[in-house]
């Protein structure tokens, strides 16, 4: 049986990811310093460590002690805009401390470093659907932060050996049946969309309709999570190190993604109009051709309609999120 590290497995992808491996009779150590992540998403076969990956002696200590056959690194902060008002919160968690967790890794002789990446490293891409060899040329701090510990990777790996995969996800969406999406404050659009249907929210605002795009709004490619989870146990038997985008390559508006819930949900969304969010790029998709062919990674859930509903029937279960803040 093998023995996995989920650093932020109390999170949102990292819960997901936590619950798929142990479903496939994986042994799992969520750390987690439940900073933005929830006691309720850890899921209850793992086993908890409470902890902060700034704390270098005793992410260390835990590696060296129990021989982990693999790292996932889920524990990081994640707001664009939060980004760009704190660089500072960012680089210390996001670089600094993920720093900690890679000397673990070599100090514990783990074999595989799984990082959660993403979309943002790429900044306002050149041309889409965007592959690996495109350009990185971040636009905030966040995805400066996550291209910076990829680069710190690339040379643990080169130095030390050390065996690790960079997933780009792009705009991760949906839920398991037990874990989803729970942001204070939440900013993403599923969720808000879908507190809007419920009425929790009397309308929501759709971030600029003048893009370069069909509708005018901007595109996303929406990724279910356990289908973000399915490429980390495959990243973790991976034989070489690799730098992986994931999406399912189809592109899908703001404006088309609360037809596909109004849809979904049988409600109407109201949505108001805004000034565009600062930071946003009009268009991103990802080539996961890397993924499939190397990984053999399938997604399973292609359909907007599909994962709406999966995120949709976690809310109906949990209309006030996890509740445990
Ligand atoms: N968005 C929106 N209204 C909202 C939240 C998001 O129009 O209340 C837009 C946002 O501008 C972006 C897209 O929805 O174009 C996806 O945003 P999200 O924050 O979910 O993910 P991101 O792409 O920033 O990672």
């Known amino acids: 049986m093998k023995k996995i590290l989920v650093a932020g497995g109390a999170g949102y992808i990292g819960s997901a ?38 704390d270098r002696e005793t992410i260390i200590e835990l590696c060296r002690k129990e021989k982990f056959d693999g790292i996932m690194h889920f524990a990081a902060f994640s707001l664009v805009g939060e980004s760009m008002k704190n660089p500072s919160k960012y680089f210390r968690n996001n670089l600094a401390s993920a720093i900690n967790l890679a000397d673990a890794a070599v100090e514990g002789e783990v074999g595989h470093f799984v990082f959660s990446s993403t979309a943002a490293t790429f900044g306002q891409p050149e041309r889409v659907p965007i592959s690996e060899e495109d350009k990185q040329e971040p636009i905030n701090p966040y995805g ?11 040379w643990y790996s080169r130095i030390y050996g050390l065996k ?23 900013t993403h659009l599923i969720p808000i969309v879908l507190q809007t249907a419920r009425g929790k929210r009397e309308k929501m605002m759709v971030f600029g309709e003048d893009y370069p795009t069909a509708d005018g709004s901007c595109v996303r490619d929406y990724i279910h999570i356990l289908d973000l989870a399915q490429a980390h146990m495959l990243a973790l038997s991976a ?74 029937k976690w809310q109906l279960k949990h209309p006030d999120g996890y509740c445990d803040r």
């Open 17 to 54: 990811c936590a619950e798929y491996l142990l479903d496939r009779d994986y042994e799992v150590v969520v750390f987690d310093s439940l900073v933005t992540g929830h006691v309720k998403a850890i899921d209850p076969r793992a086993r908890f460590v409470q902890g902060d990956l700034a």
């Open 164 to 186: 690790y995969a960079a997933l780009r996800y792009f705009n991760a969406a949906g839920a398991t049946g037990n874990y989803g999406e729970d942001h204070s404050p939440e």
């Open 239 to 312: 034989p070489e190190s690799g730098h992986y985008n994931l999406g399912t390559g189809n592109g899908l508006s703001v404006k088309e993604i609360i037809t596909a819930a109004e849809k979904v949900t049988g409600k109407p969304v109201a949505y108001d109009v805004a000034p565009r969010r600062p930071g946003d790029p009009a268009k991103l998709i990802a080539c996961s051709d890397r993924a499939r062919k190397m990984l053999g990674w399938k997604p399973t859930m292609e359909s907007a309609e599909a994962i709406i509903e999966s995120a949709w």
């Open 144 to 154: 400066e932060s996550k291209l910076c510990f990829e680069k710190v990777l690339k």
